[in-house]
């Protein structure tokens, strides 16, 4: 597997085109300041891709994009992602961030590998799942939401399999309508950490909950 990192992605500067010719399997790193707009992921590149002034698209031979990781800085930031596809690596300081998947199917995944989101950042889920998906054979890892300084973390309809969720200083995180499929652990060493069920939730939750 490729890993490929593109970074220094802004709004403004010349633009850059990068065509994938034969990457059978790649994970694609976006690393950009005060991004705007809407961004569309997808595990091929069927669409070319579109941030800011890059370009990503592909050539003859469909693009094998395992994952992504995205990392953005700048209280300018307002970008709305959508899928399908699965986030590795999440790092936010300052800014809005929106991930928006599909009602019912929850199609983009971040995977908490790591989720950082720091200073002022403002992160948005709807339809999202959070942590490993239950289908991958490799069940034992466990993710981590950690939520820093003044970021705050909120989300609604989000599915969640093993995933440690974390705040520190006067970070919070909010999640409503979560439909739990694995262990969720809380480790509140900051603001409120508000993880509300949805009835039909194969597992119960307590609000004291631990390492489940």
Not at 17 to 23: A, E, G, L, P, Y
Not at 59 to 64: E, F, H, L, M, Q
Not at 152 to 159: D, E, I, L, P
């Amino acid at each position: 597997q490729w890993f490929v990192f593109l970074r220094r992605i802004g709004m403004g500067g010349p633009p850059c085109n990068i065509v994938f010719r034969d990457c059978p399997r790649v994970l694609v790193s976006l690393l950009g300041h005060d991004l705007r707009g809407d961004l569309a992921l997808s595990p091929d590149l069927a669409q070319p891709l579109t941030l800011g002034n890059l370009t990503l698209s592909r050539a003859t031979k469909p693009v094998g994009i395992s994952m992504y990781s995205l990392y953005c800085t700048g209280d300018k930031t307002d970008l709305t992602v959508r899928g399908p596809a699965a986030i590795a690596e999440l790092m936010q300081w300052g800014g809005r961030l929106n991930f928006r998947g599909t009602p019912g199917e929850n199609d983009l995944t971040l995977l908490c590998t790591t989720l950082e989101a720091k200073g002022t950042a403002q992160l948005h889920l709807e339809n999202v799942h959070l942590g490993r998906p239950t289908t991958w054979s490799e069940q034992n890892t466990m993710g981590e939401a950690n939520v820093a300084e003044n970021a705050a973390f909120k989300g609604s309809h989000v599915s969640i399999n093993r995933v440690a969720l974390h705040t520190r200083d006067r970070g919070s995180i909010v999640l409503d309508n979560v439909k739990k499929l694995g262990p969720i652990v809380r480790r509140r060493e900051g603001g409120p950490i508000v993880v509300n069920m949805t009835e039909d939730s194969p597992h119960s939750v307590t609000p004291d909950e631990s390492a489940r």
